[in-house]
């Protein structure tokens, strides 16, 4: 199985590419730096996987967690949300990886990667900004299937009821 992410420039999603990328940061530097905030209406809360996410205009988009992707992609087609905290940001990559909102801190070190979700975007063909390390997002991708791949494609990133990153 190999899952590719991204618009234009593709990345797989495996034990070598997760050994590869820059290291999110160490769980206690997380709780130190972040400052939580009020929760943002209509953002999926970390429990919420398998609910909908209702857009402007009143499309609703399945929320999937992280794990729920990457023990079966080939289950799904078409948008989906994937809620979870911004643990890396690389502009000069043009990558983030998103840890999955079910996993806190603590629990990060046991997820073994399968919780983390590394996203490359030809920032070019985008409006707006890569999320910030330890930001609390909603990335709306559009997952399609050639043969045993799995692609994704990040239409947008939303933080709280903003959308931060669209594409063109």
Do not use: W
């Amino acid at each position: 199985m190999l899952l590719t992410v991204g618009a234009c420039q593709p990345s797989t999603q495996s034990a070598t590419t997760k050994a590869h990328l820059p290291q999110p940061p160490e769980p206690h530097a997380i709780a130190a730096q972040r400052t939580p905030g009020p929760p943002a209406a209509n953002v999926p809360a970390p429990s919420q996987a398998g609910s909908t996410l209702t857009l402007p205009g009143g499309e609703r988009v399945p929320v999937v967690s992280i794990m729920q992707l990457d023990a079966d992609p080939g289950a799904y087609r078409g948008l989906i949300a994937l809620a979870g905290r911004v643990m890396l940001s690389d502009p000069a990559r043009s990558q983030f990886v998103l840890l999955d909102a079910s996993m806190g801190p603590s629990k990060r070190a046991s997820c073994g990667g399968d919780c983390m979700l590394p996203l490359t975007v030809a920032l070019e063909q985008y409006e707006g900004s890569l999320p910030v390390a330890n930001a609390d997002v909603v990335v709306l991708v559009d997952v399609s299937q050639a043969g045993q791949e799995t692609r994704l494609e990040v239409r947008e990133v939303r933080q709280g009821d903003k959308v931060i990153l669209k594409k063109k």
